[in-house]
């Protein structure tokens, strides 16, 4: 502060007395100066000395009022001396630290840049012309109930991707779901020791690239299965219905799986899970995968998938608690000896965008599954065989409306799918009406038929060749993510 007063004095008297001893000697070199000027000058500077006096004052009584007030504020600044120190006017302005907890809450947005938050509901209306009792569709994976205004599934989907462009190799997906699709894709306590756990947890995993090659995509957790060209979201399959195929094979599975991808044209998958649709495995077997994906050409993608699994449980769940404690659900019997046959699928799906409207797709599968691997005295190893496949057509005919069409056969030898050995086939039609953005409007006709009599009439007990219902579904839908869910 003595500095500042020192500066600020010696900054206005010095200029003033130069002039006051200057012009004596100027006027003397030129011509005797006036003695009343001269007595002017002084007293001009007599006054501008007391006023220099009061300002130094003034800021004095100021600095002292700031220390009282702010007693840890110091303008000298660390490890200079007192004649370092730089004047306070020349220093940098001091930037004001943020409110408590804004710095969290910004950091808090930041770190949700790249999440997206997605919410669907999909309902229908269903009629079948078999009036069955119990109002109950056979062999249908959503669309279950007749004559019923239903709430097929109503669902939630958290995503942070990996976006490494953005450096961020790390990613998770949580899709939360409820209504009756949750209970066609739990499974149930003959597939599953406690479903109740994991059903309304569709997928959670978390994902990982690893700077390998092109990259490798690692994910650990549960996953909506590929098998099968048809997934879980209406609003991104051509038919309202899902086919037998949907419905047979693997909902979901619970482990780890890899992509590669070599190119764009090709890249390759493989899994290693706990079994199919099983979140817990029954047994001590872990079932793999071998597919690849092949582009080779924009319009066209076609996936191939192997599997290999055993499903056959060794224990039986019973309810009487051992000596030791357990979480619920997870007492059991041991079943010795454990069948140990396998489980082989083979699916294959192509989709075909033919023109920018019309789109084509056609998909074939094979699974056969033993109980035992080898025939022995009591037991038999004669296989559960299914075949067949699907095709589809869909045509977009205006931004708003569109139609398309299945057909499908699945061979059901030993009743694996059915429990009864037969020929299913199905046809059917739908039509597309785009309300607004993320609001579909989606009307059906289906007919399904067997050669053996399968489906339930209005008669209990007396079972028909064929069904068929009529169904308007309704989906909403809305949120960040662009595309298929």
Not at 239 to 266: E, T, V
Not at 407 to 423: C, K, P
Request: aromatic fraction near 12%; include cysteine.
């Amino acid at each position: 502060m003595h500095a500042r007063r020192c500066l600020l004095s010696c900054s206005i008297q010095f200029p003033l007395i130069v002039t006051f001893l200057l012009i004596p000697a100027s006027s003397a070199f030129a011509q005797q100066t006036n003695s009343d000027e001269v007595h002017e000058l002084r007293n001009m500077v007599l006054l501008l000395q007391q006023r220099v006096d009061k300002l130094e004052s003034q800021l004095a009584n100021k600095t002292a009022v700031d220390s009282s007030v702010h007693p840890a504020s110091d303008s000298r600044q660390p490890g200079l001396s007192t004649a370092d120190q730089v004047p306070v006017s020349l220093q940098q302005p001091t930037v004001a630290a943020p409110p408590a907890g804004q710095s969290d809450h910004h950091d808090f947005i930041a770190s949700l840049r790249g999440t997206t938050l997605n919410v669907a509901i999909d309902t229908y209306y269903d009629y079948n012309f078999n009036h069955p009792v119990g109002r109950v569709n056979l062999l249908r994976a959503y669309d279950v109930l007749s004559n019923n205004f239903s709430l097929n599934q109503a669902s939630a989907v958290f995503e942070r991707a990996p976006d490494l462009a953005a450096g961020r190799r790390f990613g998770a997906r949580v899709d939360l779901q409820f209504g009756q699709a949750t209970d066609t894709l739990a499974g149930n306590p003959a597939n599953e020791p406690r479903p109740q756990i994991y059903r309304n947890i569709f997928q959670a995993y978390g994902t990982y690239i690893a700077p390998v090659g092109k990259g490798l995509t690692l994910d650990f957790g549960k996953w909506s299965s590929s098998l099968g060209i048809e997934g879980n979201y209406t609003k991104d399959q051509m038919n309202y219905s899902r086919a037998y195929w949907f419905n047979f094979l693997p909902f979901y599975h619970l482990g780890l799986r890899a992509n590669y991808r070599f190119s764009d044209q090709f890249a390759v998958n493989y899994w290693v899970v706990n079994g199919t649709g099983q979140a817990e495995a029954t047994n001590g077997f872990k079932d793999e995968m071998f597919g690849f994906v092949a582009t080779p050409r924009k319009s066209i993608t076609w996936t191939f998938n192997y599997y290999l699994g055993q499903e056959n449980p060794d224990r039986i769940a019973v309810t009487t608690p051992g000596p030791v404690p357990v979480q619920p659900g997870l007492t059991f019997v041991q079943i010795s000896p454990a069948p140990d046959g396998r489980l082989h699928i083979i699916d294959s799906y192509v989709n075909w965008v033919a023109t920018p409207k019309l789109t084509l797709a056609l998909e074939g599968d094979y699974v056969i599954q033993r109980t035992w691997r080898n025939a022995a005295p009591g037991r038999s190893s004669a296989p559960k065989r299914d075949d067949g496949g699907a095709a589809y057509a869909h045509y977009q005919i205006t931004p708003k409306l569109a139609v398309a069409g299945r057909a499908e056969y699945l061979m059901d030898h030993g009743g694996a799918f059915s429990n009864i050995n037969q020929a299913l086939k199905e046809t059917t039609a739908t039509f597309d009406y785009q309300l607004a953005d993320g609001l579909l409007m989606r009307y059906e006709w289906r007919r399904d038929f067997s050669n053996t009599p399968t489906f339930f009439t209005d008669v209990q007990g007396v079972l028909g060749k064929q069904q068929t219902t009529a169904t308007v579904g309704l989906v909403w839908w809305w949120g960040q993510k662009q595309g298929s869910w």
